[in-house]
C-alpha cells in the first residue's frame, strides 16, 4: 500500500519555492484558496502547501492538509528571527515545542501569557508538543550537514519581531530560541487533529547580530538549506 504523504507547510513563496521545485510528478489543488501540491521528494509521497504568514492562516491551511491528505507528519519549513547570543543568522532550528505568546488572557483571569485550554485536552496549555522522534531525526540531519542545529521553544505571533526588547521577554518567558509566524499554530492543529507535527526553520534575522541584515537575501537561503536537508531526511521521518 501507497504510504501516507509527509505534509509540509510554509508561509511564503520563498520559503517553499525550493522545496518546490524539487518535487517529482507534481500536482496543484486549490483548497480553501490554498495551493496543495502533491508530488514526490527523494521518492517519498508529500504535499507541499503554501499557507501565506500569520495564525489563522497556518491554522487554516492545517486543517485543510490533515483533511484532505491524511498526512503522516506535518513538517513547518521557513525561516525565523534567532532569540539570543547563540542563535546567529544561517543556524537550523528544530522546535521540542511552540508557544503563542500573543495569545494573553491574563487581564481575565489566572492565566499567563500562551497559556489557553484547547478542545480535547485536560486542563490549560502552556506549549504546543512537537514530535520528539521527528526532531531528533532533523536534528541529526542539521549536525551532519552544517555542523550545529539547534534545539528548543520556538515563539509563534501575528507579528514580525525586531525590536530586542521584545526577544529578550520571549527568551525569558518561554525559554524561546525563535520566534516565527506559524509554528504554534500548526502544532495546535496538529494536537487537535493527533496528527505528529515537527517545526525546522533556519534563522534569516536575529535582534543581536550587528551587521545589517538583508532578509529576503536571507530568506532564500535559509529556505534552500530546509530544502537540502528535508531532501536528505525525508526517506528517514
Ligand atoms: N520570520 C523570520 N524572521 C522573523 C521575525 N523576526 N519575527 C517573526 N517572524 C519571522
Redesign the pocket.
Known amino acids: 500500500m501507497e504510504q501516507r504523504p509527509m505534509g509540509v507547510i510554509g508561509a511564503m513563496k520563498i520559503e517553499v519555492d525550493a522545496i518546490l521545485s524539487a518535487l517529482e510528478e507534481a500536482q496543484e489543488k486549490v483548497h480553501g484558496n490554498m495551493v496543495f501540491t502533491s508530488g514526490r521528494l527523494s521518492g517519498v509521497p508529500v504535499v507541499v502547501a503554501q499557507c501565506s504568514p500569520g495564525k489563522v492562516n497556518a491554522a487554516l491551511c492545517t486543517q485543510a492538509l490533515i483533511d484532505f491528505y491524511a498526512p503522516r507528519l506535518v513538517l513547518n519549513i521557513g525561516?525565523?528571527?534567532g532569540i539570543g547570543e547563540n542563535v546567529h543568522i544561517g543556524d537550523v532550528v528544530i522546535a521540542t515545542a511552540c508557544v503563542e505568546y500573543d495569545f494573553d488572557t491574563s487581564a481575565l483571569d489566572q492565566c499567563s501569557a500562551g497559556q489557553m485550554s484547547v478542545p480535547g485536552q485536560e486542563g490549560l496549555l502552556d506549549q504546543f508538543p512537537c514530535d520528539e522522534a521527528a526532531a531528533n531525526i532533523l536534528a541529526a540531519a542539521g549536525e551532519g550537514l552544517y555542523g550545529h542545529a539547534h534545539r528548543g521553544v520556538v515563539a509563534t505571533g501575528d507579528?514580525?519581531?525586531?525590536d530586542p526588547q521584545v526577544g529578550e521577554w520571549l527568551q525569558k518567558e518561554f525559554g524561546a530560541l525563535a520566534?516565527?509566524?506559524e509554528g504554534g499554530a500548526i502544532a495546535h492543529a496538529c494536537l487537535m487533529n493527533n496528527v505528529p507535527c515537527a517545526v525546522l526553520r533556519t534563522i534569516?534575522?536575529n535582534a543581536h547580530d550587528s551587521e545589517t541584515v538583508d532578509?529576503l537575501t536571507f530568506a532564500a537561503s535559509s529556505a534552500q538549506k530546509a530544502q537540502q536537508l528535508l531532501g536528505e531526511v525525508l526517506p528517514r521521518l
Open positions: 525561516v525565523a528571527g507579528k514580525f519581531v525586531a520566534c516565527e509566524m534569516s534575522d532578509f
